[in-house]
C-alpha cells in the first residue's frame, strides 16, 4: 500500500528539540514537494514547511522559520523535520503531505508532538 509515514514524535521540554520524520513507502517523491502541516487542539490544520525534493528549495512559515529545518534524503524517500527552541504552542499533531499545495496525492497519519512548559 503507497503511504507516508510520519515517525519521531513525543514529549519534549520547552526550548528542547526533535526530529521529526516522513517516510514514503511504496512509492518515490519523483519530484513532488513535500509539506509538513500541523494541527494544534481546536485550531485548522496550517501549512509550516514545504520541500521540493527536484531541487530542494523550502518554504517555511514565519511562525517556525529560524527555529525549524526541513530536509530531505531521496534515496531513503524520507523527509525530516528538525525542530529547535520548541515552544509549547509548537504542541500539536504533524502530517507530512505529497504534494504541498491542494490537490493531495498522500497524508501522513500524523504524529503527535508535545511541548512542555
Known amino acids: 500500500e503507497a503511504q507516508l509515514v510520519e515517525s519521531g514524535g513525543g514529549l519534549v521540554q520547552a526550548g528542547g528539540s526533535m526530529r521529526i520524520s516522513c517516510a514514503a513507502s511504496g512509492f518515490t517523491f519523483d519530484d513532488h514537494a513535500i509539506g509538513w502541516y500541523r494541527q494544534a487542539p481546536g485550531k485548522e490544520r496550517e501549512a509550516i514547511s514545504c520541500i521540493s525534493s527536484a531541487n530542494g528549495d523550502t518554504y517555511y512559515d514565519r511562525s517556525v522559520k529560524g527555529r525549524f529545518t526541513i530536509s530531505i534524503d531521496n534515496s531513503k524517500n524520507t523527509v525530516y523535520l528538525q525542530m529547535n527552541s520548541l515552544k509549547p504552542e509548537d504542541t500539536a499533531v504533524y502530517y507530512c503531505?505529497?504534494?504541498?499545495?491542494?490537490?493531495?496525492?498522500?497524508w501522513g497519519q500524523g504524529t503527535q508532538v508535545t511541548v512542555s512548559s
Open positions: 503531505s505529497l504534494p504541498c499545495v491542494a490537490p493531495y496525492e498522500y
